[in-house]
């Protein structure tokens, strides 16, 4: 039944919206509807069903078509046991059989992935990876924003581990010069190349508060040492991190989202960097910027 499905069907759960998406299969997939509606997650539990039984009620009246399957990208990890929802900031959704619960909903089969994997699995199928090499063996899809995380993408599918973290390179030890990270744990990938942590870093050396994004104008515009020192620690301690996830899963295109990978100085330094930490001669491994911005999600759940 698989191989005979035509039209996807994807939702992406946000903490203030949700989002719906119908893409035609083929070789060059087509979107044929897209809507989005609040969440409302503080009315409850079973109010966030409602929303997406009235997403997808929209989604089926735009098209003419009934979903045989449903793909939910949502904020948290699907604990492989008992296939409910933990580390979620959508609280209501915690411990909660979501997923049977929307198979009872819909009467469809239902796959769950969290945000980073849909994000990857979107840039695979979808997005800047697949114009580069649609049959790509391994995409590595990296979320550096507020967290660092990322999604693994193995032959089309996603590669979710045992326990649902594969691609949780920022809860990796890197320099403890990060200080304490929310796990509990010291120098964490995550306390040394995040947005704040780069913000905060700026601010130790001067005082002053800037976004990421104005310390590398101030950076590119050769207009303050202490945002080019900012960002040759970003530079220089990405390079590390990434050469081990390299070194790992070896992967043929990564892909850097979120607002951390705006900084155009690691397309270059950055890349350089890594290099000098790789177990091989030279980097062949293409690091490219994601195309799909905020839809990346529920593309991605779409193709689960």
Request: hydrophobic letters at 35%.
């Amino acid at each position: 039944m698989h191989q005979n499905i035509k039209h996807l069907w994807g939702v992406d759960l946000g903490g203030t919206k949700i989002e719906g998406v119908v893409i035609r299969k083929g070789d060059k997939p087509e979107i044929l509807a897209r809507e989005r509606i609040p969440t409302e997650r503080e009315k409850g539990y079973d109010h966030i069903i409602h929303q997406i039984e009235k997403l997808i009620g929209q989604l089926k009246k735009a098209t003419g078509l009934e979903p045989e399957k449903l793909g939910i990208g949502v904020p948290g990890t699907i604990d492989k046991n008992t296939r409910r929802l933990k580390n979620c900031n959508t609280t209501v959704l915690i411990g909660k059989p979501f997923r049977e619960d929307l198979e009872k909903s819909f009467s469809v089969p239902v796959r769950m992935a969290n945000d980073a994997n849909c994000f990857a699995l979107a840039e695979a199928k979808f997005g800047a990876a697949y114009k580069i090499n649609p049959q790509a063996e391994v995409v590595f899809g990296v979320i550096m924003g507020t967290g660092v995380g990322g999604g693994i993408v193995v032959n089309g599918e996603i590669l979710e581990g045992l326990q649902g973290i594969a691609g949780e390179w920022g809860h990796n030890f890197l320099d403890e010069s990060g200080g304490k990270c929310y796990c509990g744990r010291i120098g964490c990938v995550e306390t040394v190349i995040s947005g704040p942590a780069l913000e905060l870093y700026y601010q130790s050396l001067t005082g002053n508060e800037l976004k990421l994004d104005e310390i590398s104008r101030l950076h590119e515009d050769n207009a303050d040492p202490y945002a080019t020192q900012t960002i040759d620690r970003l530079n220089y301690f990405f390079g590390r991190a990434i050469a081990y996830v390299i070194n790992i899963i070896d992967p043929e295109i990564i892909l850097l989202g979120g607002g951390v990978g705006n900084v155009s100085a690691l397309y270059k330094k950055g890349v350089e960097e890594t290099q000098k930490h790789v177990f091989n001669q030279g980097l062949e491994t293409k690091f490219v910027k994601p195309e799909l911005g905020d839809s990346a999600g529920v593309i991605g759940a779409a193709f689960l």
